[in-house]
């Protein structure tokens, strides 16, 4: 059974486009550098720098702020930061998941079929991680969130992103942090930071050191708000990317 | 003469993990450079071979452990080429081409594109992987 493209999450910033898109792709590129030699009986080639451009095609539903082509319009050519993440399969945690950091949209195209539906696809570059769901979802009370297999151990770190889509009420200094472990039960786990938040938004943890294949979000703290809808991207250095 | 269906009978191996189970179109490449060496004494053109060159175009339903294994190698590519094996054929009457993996030797992942963009489907894959150097057949 292949997995339902309907199941995939669109975020750009805090804003969740799900609803209003209907399509992506993602393309991961590597240039390739022609290595030949003496002594090479066949063409040699080598891979150089990679690059990362997704593409998403949604419904115009309005020029306000929140409307999909709106914000998506103010991210055109922008050199403000903006992250846009693609979960693959919300059906389940530990599903894999794209973040384009840095992001900026550099191609929207209106498609205005005269007996069709008002539609737009847009073009994002940016710097791309690769990482699995710890999170996606509200959050009401505090504690450990679910267990997730990372393919392997890393050694080298990584990176978090904490997508807060919305805060029920007020929130300040809410946090949640990421531990591993080495067994799945948790028994000892590891700390590997904290990402503390009072508004939505985007937030971004850099990890260090050694990440264990076991790994889980810790909701420690709502900052006073009856909860939070956010989703936790954590892409390890060496194991997802 | 026998004819033989593709289905069981293409197998393709990346860095150790099989993925039949994610493909369902592989198209090989195998390129040899030609060379133009007409001469003023020439009757015709004339070309001779160059080395040849190879490259796999792939592409098939989409899961988690395809992800997993192609796109690690797309975001920071490998200094150490991947055993590429690619098959064709029954058991008996197979060619296999291996590539294995060194510093000249073997494949990577020069694109790769996860689509999802008909809603009522699922989420499938294109990729090519790139062949450097000439693999050992058997």
């Avoid at chain 1, 990362?52 to 929140?66: E, I, K, Q, V």
């Avoid at chain 1, 998941?97 to 900026?104: G, N, Q, R, T």
């Avoid at chain 1, 590997?192 to 294949?213: C, D, M, N, P, R």
């Avoid at chain 2, 796999?56 to 094996?85: C, E, F, M, Y």
Wanted: contains cysteine; hydrophobic residues 40%.
């Amino acid at each position: 059974m292949g997995v339902k493209a309907w199941r995939g999450r669109l975020l750009v910033d805090e804003f969740d486009f799900s609803l209003d898109t209907f399509g992506a792709s993602l393309e991961l590129a590597v240039e390739s550098e022609k290595s030949d030699n003496w002594q090479s009986e066949a063409g040699q080639l080598f891979p150089t720098e990679s690059g990362a451009m997704l593409t998403t095609t949604g419904y115009y539903t309005g020029p306000d702020a929140g409307d999909i082509y709106q914000e998506m319009k103010a991210r055109r050519g922008t050199e403000t930061p903006a992250w846009v993440a693609w979960l693959f399969d919300t059906s389940a945690l530990g599903n894999p998941a794209a973040v384009l950091d840095s992001a900026w949209a550099s191609n929207i195209v209106l498609d205005t079929p005269v007996k069709g539906l008002i539609k737009f696809n847009a073009k994002w570059e940016g710097v791309a991680y690769n990482g699995l769901t710890l999170l996606d979802g509200a959050v009401v009370a505090t504690g450990n969130g679910t267990v997730i297999t990372l393919p392997a151990a890393g050694s080298a770190g990584g990176m978090a992103f904490l997508l807060v889509r919305a805060i029920d009420g007020t929130a300040v200094d809410a946090q949640v942090s990421i531990e591993c472990d080495s067994v799945v039960g948790m028994s000892t786990p590891t700390d590997k930071g904290a990402i503390q938040f009072s508004a939505v938004g985007v937030y971004e943890l850099a990890l260090t050191g050694t990440i264990e294949e076991y790994v889980r979000v810790v909701i420690d703290d709502l900052g006073g708000a009856a909860g939070f809808t956010a989703a936790l991207v954590l892409c390890v250095d060496g194991v997802t990317q | 003469m026998s004819r033989t269906p593709a289905k069981e009978n293409v197998g393709l191996t990346y860095n150790g993990v099989d993925l039949r189970a994610h493909l369902n179109s592989v198209s090989m490449e195998d390129v040899v450079e030609v060379i133009e060496s007409m001469t003023f004494a020439s009757t015709a053109i004339e070309k001779g071979p160059g080395a040849p060159s190879f490259k796999i175009s792939v592409g098939g339903p989409w899961s988690k452990t395809l992800h997993q294994a192609i796109a690690p190698d797309t975001l920071n590519p490998p200094t150490t080429l991947r055993t590429l094996v690619y098959y064709i054929g029954p058991s008996g009457s197979r060619v296999t081409r291996t590539w294995t993996g060194s510093a000249t030797v073997g494949a990577f992942v020069s694109n790769y594109k996860p689509d999802a963009t008909d809603p009522k489907g699922d989420i499938v894959w294109t990729g090519t992987l790139e062949l450097s150097g000439l693999p050992v057949e058997s």
